[in-house]
T-cell receptor, first 111, second 113 residues
């Protein structure tokens, strides 16, 4: 089935240890998004890719980076995770100007 | 920027109707969405409405849009225990290369027997 897949579903990392979260899609959408969702809050957009063009939100910390090597895959890199970065990370995809479809999310725990 | 507000909590009995409300400040969105999030899961698209419509019905779901009052609602008929979740309204802001969503604060729906 066409879908948005996120791996792993749960990730535990140590304070300051780089971590990478993965998202893949079979929908062939040209836009991919990364959101951060903290407990009991709405998702907050970190950045998005339109094809290979990277678009960062103004208030996204430099600690968060992203890579999109091809249409299907997009990665979220957290260079030096802090305790405040523990959250659910959601990937979404869409065609330009159309509905966003979300993956199941990766829950990140920072020890 | 856009402010999108929802009430935090709603409790209904199984079989009753649920109405989840959403108010917003910026009326320039083309599409307005409702997403459902179950515990520990991602966001599931439930339905959406085009901004030039007043109402959309999709099986047990009815979306009402009052543009004058900047009010969006989601009605769930015959609410079931499986409907227990957090419901987010979201408004799009088209940047030309992406559909950037502004989410409401989320309403937790509890369905009791």
């Amino acid at each position: 089935d066409a879908m948005v897949i996120q791996n792993p579903r749960y990730q535990v990392t140590q304070f300051g240890k780089p971590v990478t979260l993965s998202c893949s899609q079979t929908l062939n959408h040209n836009v991919m998004y990364w959101y951060q969702q903290k407990s009991s809050q709405a998702p907050k957009l970190l950045f998005h890719y339109y094809d290979k063009d990277f678009n960062n939100e103004a208030d996204t910390p430099d600690n968060f980076q992203s890579r999109r090597p091809n249409t299907s895959f997009c990665f979220l890199d957290i260079r030096s995770p802090g305790l405040g970065d523990a959250a659910m990370y959601l990937c979404a995809t869409s065609r330009v100007g159309e509905t966003q479809y979300f993956g199941p999310g990766t829950r990140l725990l920072v020890l | 920027g856009e402010d999108v507000e929802q009430s935090l909590f709603l409790s209904v009995r199984e079989g009753d109707s649920s109405v989840i409300n959403c108010t917003y400040t910026d009326s320039s969105s083309t599409y307005l969405y409702w997403y459902k999030q179950e515990p520990g899961a991602g966001l599931q698209l439930l339905t959406y409405i085009f901004s030039n419509m007043d109402m959309k019905q999709d099986q047990r779901l009815t979306v009402l849009l009052n543009k004058k009052d900047k009010h969006l609602s989601l009605r769930i008929a015959d609410t079931q225990t499986g409907d227990s979740a957090i419901y987010f309204c979201a408004l799009d802001g088209d940047t030309g290369t992406a559909s950037k969503l502004t989410f409401g604060t989320g309403t937790r729906l509890q369905v009791t027997l």
